[in-house]
């Protein structure tokens, strides 16, 4: 069965640097549309990142020109770089895959990532 497993969440001062990598297993990756979402307390899911089958990226508008979104096919894996982490960057981070053809979306568990001086 499809899984998903994100890692590399913690908590890391204003201004620093976190990697988040999601590891997928029980799929060809390279079908699949991936990204990250995350959810703040009292806050709904939001996008952070999508990344397509042609590496076509999408950012929301809070993240952008702060974060990349990169896949290794080969190992699928899909990673987060975030920098210059800010306060309200804190919530939990879900990896989300959805076959290129299906409105089905899969998710992981989820890791937290605070920023807090």
């Known amino acids: 069965q499809v899984r998903l497993v994100e890692s590399g969440g913690g908590s890391v001062q204003p201004g620093g640097s976190l990697r988040l990598s999601c590891a997928a297993s029980g799929m060809v990756f390279e079908n699949y549309i991936v990204g990250w979402y995350r959810q703040a307390p009292g806050k709904q899911r939001e996008l952070v990142a999508i990344i397509d089958r042609n590496n076509s990226t999408t950012y929301a508008d809070s993240i952008r020109g702060r974060s990349t979104i990169a896949r290794d096919n080969m190992e699928k894996t899909m990673y987060l770089q975030m920098s210059s982490l800010k306060p309200e960057d804190t919530a939990v981070y879900y990896c989300?895959?959805?076959?290129?053809?299906?409105?089905?979306?899969?998710w992981g568990q989820g890791t937290q990532v605070t920023v807090s001086s």
């Open positions: 989300s895959a959805r076959f290129f053809a299906s409105t089905y979306t899969y």
